[in-house]
């Protein structure tokens, strides 16, 4: 059964430098998300992207955020400047038409 | 405004017994609502979904009843098992929007 991947699975950085969170959407879907999830708390969208740009984005999803999706599989999101408050679960998802979301493992970022 | 919410944090159930996890949302606009489910350590898993056309759905083992008017969404997962063990998500979303919103979750323990 076709999933969406995510690497790393845990990502350690030091307060003010980029990381980039990798995912490979499920093939032949055509919406991409980002959301995150803090430690105990719920999960929270961030960005959708549908079309090579973004569709739709959370306050959350500020100037050091960003997405890419560089060639036909993988998925990308930037945190330019990393914060302590960044530390959580990242979670990539794909939708083959918008409804029904299929969620990746998670990479897990602590900023330290 | 937005909201979605769970009743209980934690359901204690006996294996072989039904669960019910109850959700609450506010926005009378959402119109797609899906359960999830989240074992430590992995992203959420689509368990069910349905809109707002629908007041019942049912897939293996597992039924999602919708009530619009009291914009009340359930969960019943028949002859709970051990395997069944984790935190349950609902979440909704409006067809205008990209987002899934999610609540902020039911833990459920199994006991043998």
């Known amino acids: 059964e076709p999933e969406v991947t995510q690497t790393p699975s845990h990502q350690v950085t030091q307060m003010g430098q980029e990381v980039i969170l990798r995912c490979v959407p499920i093939?032949?879907?055509?919406?991409f998300y980002w959301y995150r999830q803090i430690l105990g708390q719920k999960v929270e969208f961030l960005v959708s992207?549908?079309?090579?740009?973004?569709?739709?984005k959370s306050e959350i999803f500020d100037d050091q955020f960003s997405v890419e999706r560089p060639d036909g599989s993988n998925f990308t999101l930037k945190i330019r400047s990393t914060k302590l408050e960044d530390s959580a679960m990242y979670f990539c998802?794909?939708?083959?038409?918008?409804?029904?979301?299929?969620f990746g493992p998670g990479t897990r970022l602590t900023v330290l | 405004g937005e909201s979605v919410g769970l009743h209980l944090p934690t359901l204690s159930v006996q294996e072989g017994d039904n669960s019910i996890i109850n959700c609450a949302y506010s926005?009378?606009?959402?119109?797609?609502f899906i359960w999830y489910k989240q074992e430590s350590g992995k992203g959420p898993q689509f368990i069910i979904d349905?809109?707002?056309?629908?007041d019942k759905r049912q897939g293996q083992r597992v039924t999602v009843l919708l009530n619009k008017t009291v914009k009340h969404l359930s969960l019943q997962i028949a002859a709970t098992q051990p395997g069944d063990s984790a935190v349950y998500f609902c979440?909704?979303?409006?067809?205008?929007?990209?987002?899934?919103?999610f609540g902020s979750g039911t833990r459920l323990l199994v006991r043998p």
């Open positions: 093939s032949n879907h055509l919406y």
């Open positions: 992207f549908y079309n090579n740009e973004i569709s739709e």
């Open positions: 349905i809109r707002s056309n629908m």
């Open positions: 926005n009378s606009a959402s119109d797609y």
């Open positions: 979440a909704e979303n409006k067809d205008s929007s990209y987002k899934l919103i």
């Open positions: 998802a794909s939708s083959p038409s918008g409804g029904e979301q299929f």
